[in-house]
């Protein structure tokens, strides 16, 4: 008889008990900020919960913040919504397109503890990881605007100014960065029957809302608009595929011209940004998608029109729109299907659509971590409450 076959030794996990007498990882600083400044979101989270030191480390130690920022991340992240507007964000890995098991987003919406909301959130936008959200619908007037951390559970509560006693056809917000002035703003645009009027607020600086005048435009395409950010100038399409512009730090109004010669409803068409370029994705055909590229900033005859064909998409959503979000990993565009909570990458290289297989989400926007305060953009002055419980204060400075 041959010898039996010895049974395969199966290792278990280390479980290294955390005490005073044996801390976790006691390294120099500048090689724990090395270590930390690499990790993802959610491995971020985890480690905070270990021991103070760490949580201090993670949540206020500036030398990690600014490593954390100025390093390039290690995956993009994607704020997506829920069919109820919850929010929850999503790093993605390079290899999404290709592994069979689905990826679970970080869920960020029980992390929202504000007061007693009136109804579901309205996501306005996001800017350098703060996000800005109505609580309540866009037309109701007892609504007030919410900046928020979702990372660090900070917001700071700004309370809307009443609309004048005039028919108000249309009410639409957005919210944006302007990286010369190192500012964060606030906009309300008010479309009544006679004219359509800007109201802008910035953050720690102005005490009340300010009308910087009237627009030269019909109502924008939807209810947010100031995402598109091309060299510190936000851009909105509206009616008769016109393009307008604001800029954020000069406060200036004006209009862009739209590709020479395009002429589809406007509702087949979407502004984006995409490489620091204004771009206009057409989707009024189903068998392509056009994506026109201002290759030079507000010249009408440097409208560049590419042509993506769509015969590699999968047959149950060819017909569906795509909307670009970014470029991500070696030039692909990332989109998401309008509607549903399907993602697809397009390699131009390969002229091929990939499902990218993520967990959930609808209406998905590109989102940049940030673990900075909200007292860095409002100041001290301002009330900044934090959404998380006492409770899970006291049970993180009870960890050693």
């Known amino acids: 008889m041959g010898a039996k076959k010895s049974k395969p030794i199966i290792s278990k996990p280390l479980h290294v008990p955390i005490s005073v007498s044996n801390p976790p990882l006691d390294l120099p600083m500048v090689i724990m900020l090395e270590i930390f400044s690499r990790l993802t979101i959610k491995t971020i989270f985890r480690c905070k919960t270990v021991c103070k030191r760490w949580y201090r480390l993670l949540a206020s130690d500036p030398l990690f913040l600014n490593m954390y920022h100025t390093r390039s991340p ?8 829920d069919r109820h507007a919850n929010p929850s964000i999503l790093e993605l ?7 069979s098991n689905h990826e679970r987003p970080i869920v960020l919406s029980p992390k929202f503890h504000l007061p007693p909301l009136k109804s579901k959130i309205y996501i306005i936008g ?3 990881g703060f996000i800005c959200f109505l609580d309540g619908e866009v037309h109701d007037e007892n609504r007030s605007v919410y900046i928020n951390n979702p990372l660090l559970g900070e917001y700071f509560k700004l309370k809307l100014p009443k609309l004048e ?8 917000y957005g919210f944006c960065f302007s990286e010369a002035f190192g500012q964060y703003k606030v906009l309300r645009l008010v479309v009544t029957a006679e004219l359509a009027e800007l109201e802008v607020y910035t953050l720690g600086v102005d005490k009340i809302w300010r009308n910087v005048g009237q627009v030269l435009c019909p109502k924008p395409q939807c209810e947010s608009f100031g995402n598109v950010n091309v060299n510190g100038v936000i851009h909105w399409l509206g009616k008769c595929t016109r393009i307008y512009s604001f800029d954020i730090g000069t406060e200036e109004k004006k209009p862009l011209p739209a590709p020479p010669g395009l002429e589809v409803s406007y509702w087949d068409l979407t502004l984006a940004e995409l490489g620091n370029y204004l771009c206009l994705t057409d989707n009024s055909s189903s068998e392509h998608l056009d994506i026109w590229w201002m290759k030079e900033y507000g010249i009408a005859e440097s409208w560049t029109k590419n042509c ?7 047959p149950d959503i060819l017909k569906d729109r795509f909307i670009p979000i970014m470029i991500w990993k070696d030039g692909e565009i990332l989109m998401r299907r309008d509607g549903g909570p399907q993602l697809v990458s397009y390699n131009p290289k390969e ?8 967990y959930g989400g609808f209406a998905a926007t590109r989102y940049n971590p940030s673990f900075y305060s909200l007292k860095t953009i409002i100041g001290e002055s301002f009330q900044v ?3 998380y419980s006492g409770k899970v204060f006291k049970s993180l400075m009870l960890i050693r």
């Not at 290690?74 to 919504?81: A, D, E, Q, T, V």
């Not at 006693?165 to 639409?172: D, E, P």
């Open 308 to 314: 993506i064909l769509k015969y590699s998409i999968q």
């Open 93 to 99: 890995k390079a290899d999404y397109d290709h592994c």
């Open 126 to 128: 996001s800017c350098n």
């Open 165 to 172: 006693r005039r028919i108000v056809r249309y009410v639409a």
């Open 385 to 387: 409450s934090n959404a």
């Open 74 to 81: 290690n995956f993009p992240c994607i704020l997506f919504k």
């Open 351 to 358: 002229n091929k659509f990939r499902k990218v297989k993520v």
